[in-house]
């Protein structure tokens, strides 16, 4: 056996052992890199070490620090509360806002399954009291979250972004953001005409004062019990073991579920009186990281942190536990993947898969069926895992005079990688099925996973066809 095959085995290998156990599969990846790098490939420890993405390890760092802080002074709940107000009574616009409030959580920096965490228990409270379809509901929030999960100063983005830029392919944030917001948004509007939303136009709930603040559990008069998140619990499904995306929520989950103040209750010490100035300085803050970064290109990682030191400093012990609150186990799954991918660059793995699947078939073929794998480990497995090992694997095609763009291929591969995530084996797809009322569960599992099978079938040809072949 070829040092190359036995590397991509050991690779499918942590795949497997990170979806069936609950092992961090960025742990398996650093002790992979180190067995590979050294008894295969004959590296030394100090040239498997240079392979750490210290840039991604700063961005990963800094952009959820500063989300743990905007979640942790009550930043966040005042955005929802003002936006689900925003209503009004207007029983068909709800769905889109719980949509629109998940883009916009994702887009500023939050892990996806931290914002399905955060706005499936409002969603799905308010599909149980105005009879919306909780399936709509449900599919709206994930996709809500993942349109905005490519943005420029999100994490899929700025993984994906590092990725692109150190593999010399040519770089295209925007339009990779876009591809993934339309699709999305797309999917989203086919489900709303599909899944009864046509009957809620009509509509109206009562509404009570829009003045004031809003009372615990209510939105006016619109009186809903979110349920409590169990994230941190093990879950039906394959994705709640290996995923660190799930391991990474357990501090976030605790400021919106077990007795803690949902994102619309009274959010009580996190957001004492007279805190609204500080509110409107992390807004700032999140607003001056998009400027700065991508007007005045300065380094995400760096900036983001520095933001959060400084709004830190303002309330210095209402932030003492933001750096506990950094999804670490997000940060070593990326971490190890990444220096992974290292060990597999340096011994030639990555030349050798490309060149073998370009041989095997047409460039357009070869880059159908990386999408079709991202679609299909990414529907069990951790979709940042998928992007970090996947993307490295098509840049010899990519490189070359194959008529497959490099920019369409990364937003084809972005989406279908990502799209997936509405199965009830995601994490995503978990946190709806445990916070939908008054249905039969197993009823509701059964569409989820039909829906995430349509998904996972056809996304990868749909976005195959738009993005590379046209």
Same mark, same amino acid.
């Given at each position: ?161 590092? =990725? ?169 799954? =990326? ?136």
């Amino acid at each position: 056996m070829t040092p190359e095959l036995m590397s991509i085995y050991a690779l499918a290998a942590m795949f497997v052992v990170a979806t069936v156990l609950p092992i961090n599969m960025g742990v398996l990846a650093f002790v992979g890199a180190y067995l590979v790098g050294t008894l295969v490939a004959g590296m030394s420890t100090k040239d498997i070490i240079g392979g750490f993405p210290a840039g991604l390890f700063l961005t990963l760092v800094g952009i959820t620090y500063l989300f743990a802080i905007a979640q942790n002074n009550g930043t966040i709940n005042w955005l929802v509360g003002l936006s689900v107000r925003a209503v009004r009574g207007r029983v068909a616009a709800i769905p889109w806002i719980m949509f629109g409030i998940a883009a916009v959580l994702t887009s500023i920096g939050a892990v996806s399954p931290a914002a399905v965490a955060i706005i499936a228990p409002i969603a799905l409270g308010f599909a149980a009291r105005y009879a919306i379809s909780p399936l709509l509901m449900g599919l709206m929030v994930v996709h809500g979250a993942q349109a905005g999960g490519f943005s420029p100063i999100s994490i899929y983005g700025g993984i994906t972004n590092r =990725i692109v830029s150190a593999a010399g392919l040519p770089l295209d944030a925007v339009t990779t953001f876009l591809a993934s917001f339309f699709v999305n948004f797309a999917v989203a509007g086919l489900l709303f005409l599909v899944l009864g939303g046509r009957t809620l136009l009509s509509r109206r709930a009562e509404t009570g004062s829009a003045a004031g603040a809003i009372p615990a559990g209510s939105v006016g008069a619109m009186r809903f019990t979110p349920r409590n998140v169990a994230i941190s619990t093990p879950q039906a499904g394959a994705q709640s073991y290996g995923d660190a995306e799930a391991e990474s929520l357990k501090e976030e989950i605790k400021l919106t579920a077990g007795g803690t103040p949902t994102v619309m209750e009274a959010p009580g010490d996190a957001e004492p009186a007279g805190s609204r100035p500080y509110q409107i300085a992390t807004l700032a803050g999140l607003v001056g990281l998009a400027v700065l970064t991508l007007a005045f290109n300065l380094d995400i990682g760096f900036v983001a942190i520095t933001i959060g030191l400084a709004l830190s400093l303002m309330a210095p012990n209402r932030q003492k536990r933001a750096v506990g609150q950094v999804t670490w186990p997000e940060v070593v799954l =990326i971490t190890g993947v990444s220096t992974y991918v290292g060990v597999l660059q340096t011994m030639g793995t990555i030349d050798y898969v490309g060149h073998s699947v370009a041989g095997l078939t047409s460039p357009l073929m070869a880059a159908l069926l990386l999408c079709f794998i991202g679609a299909v480990v990414s529907a069990f497995a951790s979709s940042t895992a998928v992007l970090g090992s996947l993307i490295p694997l098509a840049v010899p095609f990519l490189q070359g005079d194959s008529g497959v763009g490099a920019i369409g291929f990364i937003a084809a591969m972005a989406v279908s990688s990502t799209i997936v995530d509405v199965s009830p084996f995601s994490t995503n797809g978990a946190l709806v099925l445990a916070n939908a009322q008054g249905i039969d569960r197993d009823a509701f599992f059964r569409q989820l996973m039909l829906y995430g099978a349509l998904v996972t079938l056809i996304a990868p040809v749909l976005v195959w066809l738009i993005f590379v072949v046209a």
